[in-house]
């Protein structure tokens, strides 16, 4: 059952998680604004102030030319003297030679025959003197910019000097109308970040506010014991895994419910069987229907003897879970252990029509003599209980890699494939031929997986090629393997 908002209160709401989210967006977004209008300001002033500079210097040097190529033919400046139109014609004519109409803008300002002064050979003013000697200004103002000079040559001869005026001149009013600009087109950007940074800023705030808000009300229902609901995995983030490992998590609690309940119940099970024989038989012997014999004695002594084995089971088992199991480990050759079991218990495999068989070779581990023999038992009795006779039990023993290796495999009955993970379930017993004939209680293999876990090793199921069952039980090799070790252990 998936989580849904059925409430208004259950409504995602701007947590403070979002509103810093939204805060630091909107003020990333507006410091870049303004870092990147200080740095372009900086950079287009400075730059347009260069450009001038070389606008104006290459129109002095044009002008220059020209007044040097008409000193030559005149030998004198006394005709600009006499006709300062003139002066103002020649320099239309180099300046802007292609335009009907005077350029506008800044250029016209550049161009403007006001903007020069002309010196004779001797420094004297010949045009524009009110540029070398500017009316008086205010003294708090900053003195205005000198004239740049280039020199006015015919042939190898000195015959004058062009001044003009640099481009700071005009920077006054030119930044004045620049930062305008700029601030207009500061403002418009400040304000189309802050409608961006809002929308986005607020769109993610509702979006995490609202997988938060299903992912702290599917946490809130699981804490009260609602192992039911999932959370939507749509996408590929951090957030839909994190929604992924939260599903993954109820389903784990809801399977370990169920299995408690399972659990709880087959125990419940379990117990009531052999309770039920023993009040039956008590109350047949008070009631006098039977009579209080050895004989009798020893059939309530069997149900008492099966009682304190299921109880022992579930004992061992707990202590499992709670990594409490006593064990100590120590270095021991696993073919002495295995095959003295074995060998102990052939007979009693040949009374049930089994055939032992043997293939084994020495390997050096680290385990508990006593859970060791206590796993071989619960083998054993898993193959004496579920094995038709006649029939075969084959033991192999060998090393692999670092791992000892043992296969433990029967003949017929076998078990289907799709029950084979759950042959070491707790109380589990499959409807087939390996049912409850034996009356065992359904704990063997769990205590068998058990052990051998603890021991470091592990405990597989699969199908046997004899038309049985297979077990592969795989234990860490010991590294050291020198002579006197494996003396020490045998």
Do not use: C
């Not at 992924?244 to 709880?264: G, M, P, S």
């Not at 859970?371 to 075969?392: E, V």
């Not at 042959?423 to 704990?443: D, H, K, P």
């Amino acid at each position: 059952m998936f989580l849904s908002l059925s409430s208004r209160r259950d409504w995602p709401r701007l947590s403070r998680l979002s509103f810093k989210l939204f805060a630091i967006i909107l003020l990333t977004n507006v410091l870049i604004s303004g870092l990147v209008f200080v740095f372009v300001s900086r950079s287009l002033d400075q730059g347009f102030v260069n450009y001038l500079e070389r606008s104006q210097t290459t129109r002095a040097e044009t002008l220059a030319n020209a007044l040097g190529e008409q000193w030559a033919s005149r030998g004198s400046w006394q005709w600009l003297r006499d006709n300062p139109r003139a002066w103002q014609s020649l320099v239309r004519s180099q300046l802007w030679p292609s335009e009907r109409r005077p350029p506008s803008g800044i250029d016209r300002e550049l161009s403007d025959a006001r903007g020069y002064v002309l010196l004779d050979e001797l420094s004297n003013p010949v045009i524009g003197e009110p540029l070398l000697n500017p009316p008086p200004r205010d003294p708090d103002m900053p003195p205005p910019p000198e004239p740049h000079f280039v020199p006015i040559r015919s042939g190898d001869r000195l015959v004058g000097q062009l001044g003009y005026l640099p481009p700071e001149r005009l920077m006054a009013r030119m930044d004045q109308i620049f930062l305008e600009r700029q601030q207009r087109s500061l403002m418009i950007i400040v304000g189309s970040l802050f409608l961006a940074s809002l929308l986005l800023a607020g769109g993610l705030a509702w979006w995490l506010g609202r997988r938060a808000r299903y992912m702290t009300l599917a946490t809130r229902r699981l804490t009260l014991g609602d192992y039911s609901v999932r959370l939507s995995e749509r996408g590929r983030d951090e957030l839909s895994r994190l929604s992924a490992d939260f599903n993954q998590l109820a389903e784990t609690l809801e399977a370990n419910r169920r299995a408690r309940q399972h659990w709880v119940a087959d125990i419940a099970h379990e117990l009531r069987t052999p309770l039920a024989v023993l009040r039956g038989e008590i109350e047949a012997m008070q009631d006098g229907v039977r009579a209080l014999t050895p004989d009798n004695l020893g059939s309530l002594q069997q149900e008492v003897d099966q009682l304190g084995h299921l109880v022992e089971d579930l004992r061992l088992l707990a202590q499992s879970d709670a990594g409490a199991l006593d064990m100590h480990l120590v270095p021991l050759d696993l073919e002495e252990s295995l095959v003295q079991r074995l060998e102990d218990s052939r007979l009693r495999l040949e009374s049930h029509g089994l055939e032992l068989s043997l293939e084994t070779q020495s390997a050096l581990v680290r385990a508990d003599s006593q859970r060791l023999r206590q796993l071989w038992d619960n083998l054993l009795s898993n193959t004496l209980a579920y094995t038709d006779s006649p029939g075969k039990l084959r033991v192999t023993l060998r090393r692999r890699r670092q791992q000892a290796e043992v296969i433990w495999e029967d003949t017929a009955p076998g078990v289907p494939e799709a029950e084979l993970p759950r042959l070491t379930e707790r109380l589990y017993r499959i409807e087939a031929s390996r049912n409850r004939r034996s009356g065992g209680s359904g704990l063997g293999l769990s205590i068998a997986s058990a052990l051998i876990e603890a021991q470091g090793g592990t405990l597989v199921p699969s199908t046997s090629p004899l038309g049985g069952l297979r077990w592969t039980l795989s234990f860490p090799l010991e590294m050291a393997t020198t002579p006197s070790v494996m003396e020490l252990a045998r």
